[in-house]
């Protein structure tokens, strides 16, 4: 049985925060086994991810009807990657079994509904599971700070539909729609400015796929990008 490392001080951190370090997430092998389950923050660690944790996760890309993908800020009280600008919406399914389920990816897409939710306020009702299309999974590891990290098996969704949004400022600080100029423009930028950070994840697929499949998306031929592969950055 795997020892998690746990010696570090949460005091000091955001109560809401620190209280979602409890979920469990879903451990996995390199090919995406399921081997059992982790705290949130046993699979955040440093110490732990450096071990070689490694769990599952997925990135929404919300897409409005005029084809503008949704940015978002995160809170300044996230444990990792704290105000840093990335896709729509990224987090964990959680080891239940309605998040574990594997079939059509359906334990993704129910945990991406929760989080679409639970951080931008977009009711469920308005988001039927089979709208997130599936592409790939991305397996990648990041640092954040001295304590913590990533080291996930990432499942990119993609999904185009008008919604309405009421961020929750516990878990982001702002969004917005931009078009692919814009975010070339937005990703140059923050380049030579320091108080603009992105993701490592967002950037990645910034500089490896999203420009062929957001015009896949808008040519309506998304799904000729999906596959069931791995591609590991790690």
């Known amino acids: 049985m795997r020892k998690f490392r746990t010696e570090i001080n949460l005091e000091k951190y955001d109560p809401f925060q620190v209280s979602l370090l409890k979920e469990d997430c879903i451990l996995v092998d390199r090919e995406d086994k399921r081997i059992g389950k982790a705290s949130k923050k046993n699979c955040h660690l440093r110490s732990d991810v450096d071990d070689g944790i490694l769990h599952r996760a997925f990135s ?120 692919q100029q814009e975010l070339r423009d937005f990703i140059e930028y923050s380049k030579t400015n320091s108080l603009v950070k992105i993701t490592p994840w967002f950037l990645l697929i910034v500089e490896n796929y999203i420009w062929k499949w957001w015009d896949a998306l808008l040519d309506g031929v998304l799904d000729r990008y999906r596959d069931d592969i791995i591609h590991h950055y790690t």
């Open 60 to 179: 929404v890309f919300l897409f409005d009807e005029q084809g503008r993908l949704l940015l978002q800020q995160r809170s300044k009280s996230k444990i990792t990657f704290p105000l840093f600008w990335t896709n729509s919406c990224c987090s964990h399914p959680l080891a239940n079994p309605m998040e574990i389920e594997e079939e059509d990816q359906i334990g993704i897409r129910r945990a991406a509904q929760r989080k679409l939710n639970q951080e931008l306020g977009i009711n469920p009702d308005e988001l039927d599971l089979n709208s997130f299309h599936y592409l790939t999974r991305i397996h990648y590891s990041a640092s954040s700070d001295l304590n913590w990290g990533e080291n996930e098996v990432d499942y990119i969704l993609f999904l185009k539909k008008k919604v309405n949004i009421v961020i929750n400022p516990l878990e982001v600080n702002d969004v917005l729609y931009v078009s």
